[in-house]
């Protein structure tokens, strides 16, 4: 087996260890998640199937019997426990190192031998400890009607469907419900449908009432409250229905029908009635008088809407996937730019001097190409600084371990953009700052309570365009 | 055209406090110092929004809402009330008299013009 070969594969190794300690930090605050059980455990079938091919045996022998229990998790005959994640993430921290430091040979036999045994002894016993459960404060029947909020990761973009109907004398308390509409489509990207139906005939319309009614389809990364917060001021004037249709890229593509029957805007039996008669459904039941044209229009504003996200996330994702090249090929793609650049500059300037048209019009077009390959070209070598983040949630969670400290981590702007060098520089100072926030800044949880604070301490990682900060 | 806010306290430190934050924010200013004294500066005003304590005397907040609202030309208006922990049942009854929203003092200057944009837009 060629060195190419072994490296391609160390590779994608680290990768998939990436995708693995994500999978179980999140596992953590989701222990029910079967995707990320599947997550997890894909990534250490494929770590073991290719560490074998490529000559890690070592690697593949002691993946297989870490994806041996994580079949039996993902069977559930074993539940996620605190213990099961901290010993997959110490097997996960061995693999790596087995990777880096001999090439597969296992180094620290000892310490293999322990995770080994603390495996066994996690499936003789069945799990040891209580699984994981998620934190209940009380279900509010507000949460009931959104059962997707209780399985979100608090980071995670959400879609919704709001369905708002405003008492018709909302006029006379000086609210204007565009102005919450412009509001809830701060929060995120928004569809909205007007529900006109109620509206009389010009004689009998009285212009100081409100006969409107709203749907919005909103995708948004900042929960129900946000939400919720937009009507605190019209709460007992209107009503409000939230639903979660699902998270970003997550959500069903849904036919008209469904939409209508969630919404319980038809019943089941007339959509199934109404099929019968091969016509488009929306036209039928409207035709039938079972619903109205903006009901119709409505759900149909829903449907593209979560069509619209779905394409997006997807491009995301495979935006993301498809970048693989060696960041010295980038280096000296941007020195050639850069090259190019001066050269056009002097390509300008004498075509300037020579006053021949022709030879005017080629340098402007090699101006303009330039450009566009040079924005280009720098562009390709940003990245987004999420991955970045991700990496402290695992030196958060082990240091506030080893503290005694209860520390939660939060993350906004992951997809700010920087360049590649930028983002590699900044890892050791943020370790830094990171290091200090659980050092100096977040007590013990008896002492943060004995100071009126919240048990758990939080950092707080961000980035927008301009600055990148972190507070403890 | 810059909106024009009416601020209504008896209290002048209060009073200052709030014109000085809608100025720094781009708004006219209207001052008025109780109930009547509002009412009787709203006729011509051309305000846009009023911005009123609860309790003053001659003619408290909750009288002037419901003033504000019988007022031909201005009963479309948003009115927000300035209010305080402990004022609950008073802050239902300006909402029943037809007040739009509320500010719970103290409050900092950016949450004031949060409030006044969520209102005005």
Known sequence: ?472 | MSKRIMTVDDSASVRQVVSFTLKQAGYEVVEAIDGNDALSKLEGSGIHMVLTDLNMPNLDGIGLIKGVRAHAAHRFVPIIMLTTESQESRKLEGKQAGATGWIVKPFNPEQLVAVIKKVLG
């Open chain 1, 1 to 472: 087996m060629n060195d190419n070969h072994r490296e391609v594969f160390k590779e994608e190794a680290h990768e998939l260890l990436a995708e693995l300690e994500t999978a179980l930090l999140e596992l953590e605050t989701t222990p029910d998640d079967k995707d990320l059980i599947g997550k997890a455990f894909r990534a250490m079938h494929t770590i073991k199937g290719s560490g074998a091919m490529f000559g890690f045996d070592d690697v593949a022998e002691f993946t297989h019997g870490i994806e041996t229990v994580f079949d039996k998790v993902r069977d559930g005959d074993i539940p996620v426990t605190k213990t099961l994640i901290s010993l997959t993430l110490q097997a996960r921290d061995l693999i790596k190192m087995m990777l880096d430091d001999s090439g597969g040979e296992a180094s620290s036999e000892p310490a293999l031998q322990e995770i080994v045994g603390a495996f066994r002894k996690l499936v003789l016993t069945g799990g040891e400890q209580s699984p994981l459960t998620l934190p209940t404060d009380g279900c509010s029947s507000e949460q009931a009607a959104a059962p997707l909020e209780q399985e979100i990761s608090p980071n995670a973009r959400v879609t919704y469907r709001i369905r708002l109907t405003f008492l018709s004398d909302i006029f006379s308390t000086g609210t204007n419900p565009l102005l919450l509409l412009d509001e809830l489509r701060t929060l995120g990207e928004y569809s909205v449908t007007a529900d006109t139906n109620d509206i009389p005939y010009l004689d009998i319309m009285n212009p100081e009432r409100c006969y409107t009614g709203w749907d919005v389809v909103l995708t948004t990364g900042k929960g129900i409250n946000a939400i919720k917060d937009v009507f605190i001021f019209v709460e007992d004037r209107c009503e409000i229905k939230i639903d979660a249709i699902g998270t970003e890229g997550e959500e069903d593509h849904k036919k008209i029908g469904e939409i209508l029957v969630e919404r319980v805007d038809v019943s089941q039996e007339d959509v199934l009635r109404v099929l019968k008669e091969k016509k488009p459904l929306g036209e039928m039941l409207v035709e039938k008088g079972i619903t109205t044209p903006d009901k119709v229009d409505s759900a149909l504003a829903e449907q593209q809407h979560v069509k619209k996200i779905r394409e997006k996330a997807q491009t995301k994702d495979e935006g993301i996937s498809s970048i693989k090249v060696p960041a010295e090929k980038l280096d000296v793609l941007v020195n050639l730019v850069g090259e190019l650049v001066t050269v056009q500059a002097r390509l300008s300037q004498t075509a300037s001097l020579v006053h021949n048209n022709e030879l005017g019009a080629i340098a402007e077009e090699v101006e303009r190409l330039t450009r566009e390959l040079r924005d280009n070209t720098l562009n390709i070598r940003m990245v987004p600084i999420g991955t970045t983040f991700g990496r402290f949630k695992r030196l958060i969670r082990d240091l506030s371990q080893e503290l005694g400290k209860e520390i939660e981590m939060t993350t906004e702007g992951e997809e700010t953009e920087l360049d590649k060098t930028v983002i590699e520089r900044l890892n050791d100072p943020l370790v830094h700052l990171i290091r200090n926030c659980i050092d100096h800044g977040i007590e013990t949880p008896d002492v943060r309570l004995s100071l009126g604070k919240p048990r758990n301490g939080t950092i707080h990682l961000s980035a927008v365009r301009g600055q990148t900060y972190s507070s403890g």
